[in-house]
Structure formats: structure tokens, C-alpha cells
């Protein structure tokens, strides 16, 4: 099967998929606090990844590109993004690298959004090479890397071999001269993970946790025998936001079923420094349109601000020395992974 058709069949299952996952984040509780000291207007949702400044901590997460069917939703996704002030990555990148006639279906994200923050992205069987070609396709301003290891066990073509994928993620990292993000598509990080990826180097991981698209499921409904154990697989975004936030020098971009404000408020009140979204926003693209899309990204900034404002933070800084409580489940995770849980006010 070609990327191209895989890539159709990856966004007709992430749909069907949408609505099957729930998440951990109902295992997270902000403490509500009574004396607030904080006007709704003063609330700054601007954060800094890697060096980067974004003005919003949510990023539309990457998701296509690489069919010619799929350039109109790169499109749509670009305009929300523009008119949102959000960033965005694009889908995997190596379709148009073999193929130069697949450029436009990513180029057309750059050419809606000139000014905007926008992240390449490439699996980790890319090489340094790949990796300059695709920050230059889209004129990058960070590139994502993704490791997706159950992905490729369960997908009927996937790779088999994941040898020396730490050490070209290095070669990558020193060859570019933009923020690397190694990012999660689903099944989230260890606090181990982050460690062998600090020691190399990097500084931005975004975690990509269990509870939203679920790419066991997707790539186990295009084999004729299931993986059916990979289904339940891997560590949900809370974890592996707890996990990562155990090695200290990396900043956290959590994604993995975000899909309302509150929980988008947790992931940042528990360690994130900014938000992915992907199968939520691909849904009201592809069943809506860009004005719903954009509606709802307007609606989380907004509610964002409301909750900042009922918690007494009026950055993210502040959002994250505010107490949480976790459930019996989480911590007990903790415990047994000796995650120390940094809550300045407890
Ligand atoms: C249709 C589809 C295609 C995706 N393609 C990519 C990709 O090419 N590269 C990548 O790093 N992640 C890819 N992802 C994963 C997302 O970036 C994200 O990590 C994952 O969907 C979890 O976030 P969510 O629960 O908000 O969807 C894709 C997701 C979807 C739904």
C-alpha cells in the first residue's frame, strides 16, 4: 500500500476512533482556591518551548499531509491556526521527500500562514539530510521527530527495527539549527525516555499519552490479525507528563486526547508548557468546517482565561505552583515509579 493511501486510512480511523478513548484527566483535580487576587483581563496565555515564544500554549498537532486529497485539509488547518494565533505541525514529511509531486499538500500550510509558528515533522528513521530538506519545505520553525514504536508493530507494513534511533535523533539534533521536539503519537513517555533523550541532547519532548487517538486501534483495523494487547497500551497524558517532569531540563508539550479546556489547564497545572490537539480539531474540520474549528480554539483560550482566573495564576508559571489533587490510581503510579510530586503549596 502507498503512504498516500495509508494516510487516507489514518485519518478515516482516527475519526471512527474520536469518541472511543476517555483519558485520565478526571484523575486530576485543581484544589479550588476561594481568594483569587487576579483580573480575567490580566491573564497572559503566552508560553516559551524550547526557546521558542508562542503566544498561545496550544498547538494543532501534526496530522497530514502527503496525499494530494489531504492538501485541502492541510489548508483549512493553516487558516484556523492563522486566525487563532496557534501553532502547528504538519504530518509526516518523508511522503514528499521521496516524492517531490507530494510538496504542495505541506507547502500550502506555509503559504496560508506566512508569519505563523509552524513545525515540520519526520519519523525516526529520518536522517540529517531528510530532516534539513523537510525544515526547508515549510520554511520550520522547530521540528518534530516522531517515535512511534507500537505504531509500527501493529501497522501491516511497519518497521520492525527501531536499531540506532537514538542515535539518529542526535545526528538530527545537532545538524539543525531549530528546536528539536521528539514527540509521543499516542502512547505517551517514561521518565527513562526522556533521560536517554536528555542525554543527547534534547530539550523538548512532547508526550503524546494514552486517552486520545489511538493508533493500536487504527492500524489494528488494517491487519487482518489484530494486536488486540496494543489497544490498551502505554502510559495516559497525566503520567507521562509526571513522568518527564521527573528530569529536570526538558520542557513538556502534552498531548493525547485534549480535547476541552479544563483538561488543556491540567496538562499545563501539572507540568506541561504547552498543548497539543489533533483528532479533536481533525474532526471539526473534516465533519464541521474552519469556523467551527476556529470557534472551539477561540472558546478554549477564553475558558483558559476563566480558569486561570478561578485559580489566582495569571500566567502558566503561576498555574503550576497552584495545588492539585491526584486520584488513588495516579498515585499509586507515582509511588511505585518514585515520582516526586512537586506542588509548591502542599
Ligand atoms: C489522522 C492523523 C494522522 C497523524 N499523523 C501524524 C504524523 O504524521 N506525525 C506525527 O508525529 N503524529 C501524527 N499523528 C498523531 C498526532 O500528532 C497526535 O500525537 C495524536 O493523534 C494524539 O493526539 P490527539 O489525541 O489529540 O489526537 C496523527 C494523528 C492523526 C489523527
Redesign the pocket.
Known amino acids: 500500500m502507498s503512504r498516500s493511501s495509508r494516510?487516507l486510512e489514518?485519518?478515516r480511523y482516527?475519526l471512527e476512533n474520536q469518541s472511543m478513548?476517555i483519558g485520565d484527566f478526571d484523575q486530576v483535580q485543581f484544589v479550588h482556591q476561594s481568594i483569587s487576587q487576579v483580573s480575567l483581563e490580566d491573564i497572559n496565555l503566552e508560553t516559551v518551548i524550547g526557546g521558542l515564544k508562542l503566544g498561545s500554549p496550544i498547538i494543532i498537532?501534526?496530522?497530514?499531509?502527503?496525499a494530494m486529497e489531504t492538501t485541502k485539509i492541510n489548508q483549512k488547518l493553516a487558516v484556523v491556526a492563522r486566525e487563532t494565533g496557534v501553532a502547528i505541525?504538519v504530518?509526516?514529511q518523508m511522503a514528499a521527500i521521496k516524492d517531490s509531486t507530494l510538496r504542495r499538500s505541506y507547502q500550502i500550510v506555509r503559504q496560508e500562514n506566512p508569519k505563523g509558528v509552524v513545525f515540520a515533522?519526520l519519523?525516526s528513521e529520518a536522517l540529517p539530510s531528510h530532516a534539513l530538506a523537510a525544515i526547508e519545505m515549510i520554511d520550520a520553525n522547530a521540528l518534530?521527530i516522531?517515535v512511534?514504536t507500537i505504531q509500527e508493530l501493529v501497522m501491516p507494513e511497519g518497521d520492525r527495527n527501531f536499531k540506532g534511533m537514538l542515535e539518529r535523533i542526535q545526528e538530527i539534533k545537532e545538524a539543525i539549527e531549530i528546536p528539536l521536539i521528539v514527540?509521543?503519537?499516542?502512547f505517551g513517555f517514561s521518565k527513562e525516555s526522556a533521560a536517554q533523550l536528555k542525554d543527547i541532547g534534547v530539550k523538548l519532548i512532547?508526550v503524546?499519552g494514552k486517552?486520545?487517538?489511538n493508533?493500536a486501534y487504527i492500524e489494528n483495523r488494517r491487519r487482518e490479525k489484530p494486536l488486540e494487547f496494543f489497544n490498551q497500551w502505554g502510559n495516559s497524558t497525566p503520567i507521562s507528563i509526571l513522568e518527564v517532569k521527573a528530569v529536570s531540563g526538558i520542557d513538556i508539550i502534552a498531548?493525547?486526547?485534549?480535547?476541552d479546556s479544563l483538561q488543556a489547564a491540567k496538562a499545563l497545572g501539572i507540568g506541561a508548557n504547552a498543548v497539543?490537539?489533533?483528532?479533536?480539531i481533525?474532526e471539526k474540520i473534516v465533519h464541521q468546517n474552519e469556523k467551527e474549528a476556529m470557534d472551539y480554539l477561540v472558546e478554549i483560550h477564553e475558558e483558559l482565561r476563566y480558569i486561570f482566573t478561578a485559580l489566582g495564576a495569571v500566567n502558566i508559571l503561576e498555574l503550576q505552583k497552584k495545588p492539585y489533587v491526584l486520584s488513588a490510581d495516579i498515585l499509586n503510579w507515582c509511588h511505585q515509579r518514585g515520582l516526586i510530586l512537586k506542588n509548591s503549596l502542599q
Open positions: 494516510k489514518h485519518i482516527a478513548n498537532n501534526a496530522m497530514t499531509g502527503g505541525a504530518g509526516s515533522n519519523g518534530q516522531h512511534n514527540k509521543e503519537v499516542g512532547d503524546g486517552g486520545g487517538t493508533f498531548s493525547g486526547g485534549i480535547r497539543g490537539i489533533a483528532g479533536k481533525l
